[in-house]
């Protein structure tokens, strides 16, 4: 069964920068997208940053408001996902979630427990 586990969460000021990690256990993902979303009190969860699998290696994906201001990588053997985040607002904050998508006829999503993120001086 696959596991992700998320860290890095944590309270930063205004302006200020944290790195979120999410490593992955009891599966190797092998052609699959991984990345992040997050919710806010009161909202629905929405799309943060994917890396997507492709036959030339992964590709990074980004939503609007994240596109500037953060940053996702994957590691070589591609089981861990980062999520740099520099300039952080208030409206940042969030739980942020690691997902696993894995593509294909009838596609399936793996969700971590989550990791919180307050930006507030």
């Known amino acids: 069964q696959l596991q992700l586990v998320e860290s890095g969460g944590g309270l930063v000021q205004p302006g200020g920068s944290l790195r979120l990690s999410c490593v992955a256990s009891g599966r190797t993902l092998v052609n699959v997208d991984m990345g992040w979303y997050r919710q806010a009190p009161g909202k629905e969860r929405e799309f943060v940053a994917m890396t997507r699998w492709t036959w030339r290696g992964y590709t990074s994906d980004y939503d609007d408001f994240a596109k500037d201001r953060f940053t996702i990588s994957r590691d070589n053997a591609g089981n861990a996902t980062y999520l740099e985040m520099n300039s952080l607002k208030p409206e940042d904050t969030a739980i942020y979630y690691c997902?696993?998508?894995?593509?294909?006829?009838?596609?399936?999503?793996?969700w971590g427990q989550g990791t919180q993120v307050t930006v507030s001086s």
């Open positions: 997902n696993v998508h894995v593509p294909g006829p009838v596609p399936v999503d793996y």
